[in-house]
């Protein structure tokens, strides 16, 4: 496979990008983002720029790619809707719309979370921008696209958050990882995990476009 990973300097971008390097059947993965990962692989390409909405000047570097795994995203706490709407929904559709044109036989791949809404009218502003992204996704004429929505994500291999505040949340409840996952193995995930099964859907596909963390921890142990 030939893969793109929007979003490799994220948490869970960090651990999707460790997991695609690791696979066998990946020939190529494409990091595009606006920093550097920092990583050297022999695999691994980069494509950095800072101005994400206007890749299309770019297109030549994004063609020829079997699955894109997007997990670039910001935090809601203090934004405004449209400013939200803007660097979620309209980013992520402007370059889900040229991959599509680019790529038409790729599987798409979108990092949403929990309680996402798709009726796109509950109270939530977040839920209601991610769900109002997932449903355009889906429209677009890839081969497939799925819509994964972890909740509670633990990092592992040095995954990190860019977060402070979050950071503090997992060095505190990093020691107690394995009692939450058995307690809520439905509402909890790794970074690994959500790497593996993100190759195990872009492999064989899943049964439905919109996949829970229990879904996404079940389909990790396919591989």
Known sequence: MRVLVFGGTGMVGQGVLRECLLASDVEVVLAVGRSATGLRHP?????VS?????????????????VCFFSLGISAAGMSEADYRRT????????????AQLNPRMTFIYVSGAGTDSTERGR???AR?????ENALLRLPFKAAYMFRPGYVQPLHGAKSRT??????YAILGPFYPALR?????TVTTTEDVGRAMLAVARHGAPKSVLETADINE???RG
């Open 88 to 99: 979620t929904k309209d980013l992520t559709l402007s370059i889900g719309e040229l991959l």
């Open 124 to 126: 939530e502003m977040w």
């Open 50 to 66: 800072g101005d994400l909405v206007d890749l299309g000047r770019r297109a030549a570097e994004l063609a020829g790619f079997d």
């Open 43 to 47: 695999k691994l390409r980069e494509l």
């Open 182 to 186: 058995t307690a809520f193995r439905r």
């Open 219 to 221: 389909l990790a142990t």
């Open 164 to 169: 402070m505040w979050y950071r503090t949340v």
């Open 129 to 133: 921008v991610k769900g109002e992204t």
